[in-house]
């Protein structure tokens, strides 16, 4: 089993950054392929950004290329994802997946995704 947490979720006005983080406290997941996905009010849950586990690849959702950043730091066991240029359409719970999976493709199934943690707010205010 391997426990999840994210954290870094909060209200900002769009136009605005944050930075999301993900950890797997007392287990390392610099082996394995992470990703992060989002679920808004009323809608399903939807993939946002994934990486391989060296960070070597990553894939966006086209709703946030160009203004998501995803980083995988295995020195520190964290995930991150920067968002700028926010917009009230990215209101939603993300959630940080892990993927027990060390090769060179990208999935954006959530399906293929066997830990997840509990989700942080993003909340843009227009």
């Known amino acids: 089993q391997v426990q999840v947490v994210e954290s870094g979720g909060r209200l900002v006005q769009a136009g605005g950054s944050l930075r999301l983080s993900c950890t797997a406290p007392?287990?390392?997941?610099?082996?394995?392929?992470m990703g992060w996905f989002r679920q808004a009010p009323g809608k399903e849950r939807e993939f946002v950004s994934a990486t391989t586990w060296d960070g070597g690849t990553s894939t966006y959702a086209d709703s946030v290329k160009g203004r998501f950043t995803i980083t995988k730091d295995n020195a520190l066991n964290t995930l991150y994802l920067q968002m700028t240029s926010l917009k009230p359409e990215d209101t939603a719970v993300y959630y940080c997946?892990?993927?027990?999976?060390?090769?060179?493709?990208?999935?954006?199934?959530?399906?293929?995704?066997?830990?997840w943690g509990q989700g942080t707010q993003v909340t843009v205010s227009s």
């Open positions: 997946a892990v993927r027990l999976y060390t090769g060179v493709y990208v999935s954006t199934n959530p399906n293929d995704y066997k830990y």
């Open positions: 007392g287990r390392t997941v610099r082996n394995y392929a």
